[in-house]
């Protein structure tokens, strides 16, 4: 069995610090009892006969960050370019679901993402 060879790049150890919350809130009264579920709708939407049944409304909210250490930024460690990346950011969400029935769910998001520094607008990136 042949040896491997060892890499001379040195070993880096890069902390990386973050967080997520998310809320959830349903408007209609409904009950929501697992995140990864759909909502059911106490009066769901039908058109069998007209319009009638009115869904269920949720607002939800999420907000999260992502800081990567300086040390990943250091030349010798060769970890990332530091010319196309930021070191951290925070993002924003706002949404609204429309569950129509127990089939049908209607999303709207607003997000917005706040770099720690902004990417230069020629910036080139190597790898």
């Known amino acids: 069995m042949p040896k491997r060879r060892s890499s001379?790049?040195?070993s880096v150890e890069v902390p990386i610090e973050g967080y997520y919350a998310l809320v959830t809130a349903v408007l209609t009264g409904e009950r929501r009892t697992s995140y990864a579920e759909f909502v059911r709708p106490r009066h769901p939407v039908s058109l069998s006969h007209?319009?009638?049944g009115t869904g269920a409304l949720e607002l939800v909210l999420r907000r999260s960050g992502l800081?990567?250490?300086?040390?990943a930024f250091?030349?010798?460690?060769?970890?990332?370019?530091?010319?196309?990346i930021a070191r951290g950011s925070m993002d924003l969400?706002?949404?609204?679901?429309?569950?129509?029935?127990?089939?049908v769910w209607i999303q709207s998001n607003f997000e917005h993402t706040i770099f720690e520094r902004p990417?230069?607008?020629?910036?080139?990136?190597?790898?």
């Not at 800081?67 to 040390?71: E, I, K, L, N």
């Not at 250091?74 to 196309?84: D, F, K, M, S």
């Open 8 to 10: 001379k790049r040195p």
């Open 50 to 52: 007209g319009w009638s």
């Open 67 to 71: 800081w990567v250490s300086p040390r």
């Open 74 to 84: 250091e030349e010798r460690y060769h970890v990332v370019v530091p010319a196309g």
């Open 93 to 103: 969400t706002v949404g609204l679901n429309g569950y129509l029935n127990r089939w």
């Open 119 to 127: 990417l230069a607008p020629r910036a080139t990136v190597m790898f």
